[in-house]
């Protein structure tokens, strides 16, 4: 008997054939005569069914809610079965036998949080964990093919990156020190041997907000190259995220249909993107929101509703610096304006920042002083302006928001397996 999956089946690969499959028990309903066994596996979900006159019949009775076990049988086209096959059993073992499983269907959304690893196991999880497997391959593809090098950051820092309000301090032996906000600054050290180079790697924030879209700990998948603008910046984020789009909407179709998820909006993206400045964004939201001013920060819900305008992804640049981060590289004429820019998508707003890096030792000094920042915590990030600086530029796109845009999610949380929020940390 062959051993196989169940999605191969599922294909109509092994019609008529005898198959071997192994996985968990998924449904199943007890007839007088029939005993009816849903089955997944990782690939998918299929119906067997199994006589009273088999031997295995006394087994099957025993089959509880997510036991393990090994199921030989014939596979024949059914119509009434999900997925359009059935699997006749001849012969089942059980493997684990499962206690009562605590997750069933009338238990409340906080209690299937709270039962986390058990409920990746469900058909949701295991759809979504695919999509972010593909999301991030299709990202790591990308990056390659224009030639960037992928690098490993570390995660203990020693000095902030982003604010120092979600900056999460940890004593590290006898000294304070912080897990990484962005690997950025090290990208950039690393971008003066590779020139190109990205990573995809954990980034925490201390981070209050109960949204759909914030995490205390996400996936950021971020990108450093130098002589480079703010126009190749702009080019280079536009081609990522289509050519994720693309690739996805090719690769997780089936994916897209079993989670009732929007594929269609994927195929529509195209570059370029949609470019406004932040003068611009202020002037289309002030009618909506009255109390925003040039230099005020925009909100979750100012993003949201400039989102609506366009529909698609589109870029929001030249930030005023005073509500940008150090390392900001200003215009020369305008020094109250920054290099920043923003990518944001319907439902969510910002799913990416980044920019041109400032480039001269003594105004990174001043933006640091401005900022409350100790130049001597930065010594090495200062070095890379004393030695052979070069314009540079770079950004962030957090896994997760781009996975609940895609995805159509209602929360960020399940985007990834094992979230983490101010209230959830376990397992
Ligand atoms: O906008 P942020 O803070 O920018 C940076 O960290 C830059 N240093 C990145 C760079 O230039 N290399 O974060 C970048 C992105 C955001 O746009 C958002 O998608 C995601 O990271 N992000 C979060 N995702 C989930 N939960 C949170 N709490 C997040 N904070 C930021
Ligand atoms: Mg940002």
């Not at 992804?313 to 981060?325: L, R, S």
């Amino acid at each position: 008997m062959t051993l196989v999956k169940i999605n191969q089946i599922l294909e109509g690969k092994y019609t008529d054939q005898k198959v071997t499959i192994r996985g968990w028990v998924y449904r199943k309903r007890e007839g007088k005569e029939l005993i009816f066994i849903l089955i997944r596996d990782s690939t998918g979900v299929i119906q067997s069914t199994i006589k009273k006159d088999n031997p295995s019949w006394s087994e099957a009775q025993k089959l509880t809610i997510e036991s393990s076990l090994t199921l030989e049988g014939n596979v024949k086209p059914d119509t009434r079965a999900p997925g359009g096959f059935e699997i006749g059993a001849d012969n089942l073992t059980i493997t684990g036998l499962a206690e009562t499983f605590p997750i069933s269907k009338d238990k409340s959304e906080e209690f299937i949080r709270d039962m986390r690893h058990l409920w990746l196991r469900s058909r949701k999880m295991n759809l979504v964990m695919k999509v972010r497997a593909e999301t991030m391959q299709a990202a790591r593809d990308y990056f390659n093919k224009q030639n960037y090098t992928e690098v490993s950051p570390p995660m203990f820092i020693s000095a902030a990156v982003e604010g120092g309000s979600t900056l999460f301090g940890l004593k590290y032996f006898d000294q304070q020190l912080y897990l990484t906000q962005s690997s950025q600054l090290y990208l950039e050290i690393l971008m003066y041997s590779l020139e190109n180079v990205y990573c995809i790697a954990p980034s925490f924030r201390a981070e209050k907000s109960r949204t759909i879209r914030h995490l205390t700990e996400y996936w950021h998948m971020e990108g450093e190259w130098a002589f480079a603008n703010m126009d190749d910046l702009m080019k280079f984020e536009e081609g990522l995220m289509t050519y994720i789009c693309q690739t996805i909407a090719t690769k997780c179709e089936k994916e897209f249909k079993e989670l009732g998820a929007d594929i269609e909006k994927l195929k529509t993206i195209k570059t370029p993107f949609p470019r406004i400045t932040y003068k611009e964004a202020i002037e289309r939201l002030k009618p909506k929101n009255p109390q925003l001013d040039w230099g005020s920060d925009l909100g979750y819900e100012d993003e949201k509703v400039l989102a609506e305008d366009f529909g698609t992804p589109f870029f929001v640049y030249d930030y005023p610096t005073a509500i940008k981060a150090f390392y900001c590289k200003t215009y020369k004429d305008h020094p109250e304006v920054a290099m920043s820019v923003d990518m944001m998508v319907p439902r969510i707003g910002e799913i990416s920042t980044g920019g041109a890096r400032e480039d001269n030792k003594d105004l990174l000094i001043e933006r640091m002083k401005a900022q409350g920042l100790k130049p001597e915590d930065y010594e090495w990030y200062l070095d890379l302006r004393r030695y052979g600086t070069v314009p540079h530029v770079g950004f962030g796109m957090g896994l997760e928001r781009l996975l609940v845009w895609m995805l159509d999610l209602d929360n960020i949380i399940d985007a990834i397996p094992f979230p983490r929020t101010t209230r959830r940390f376990y397992p």
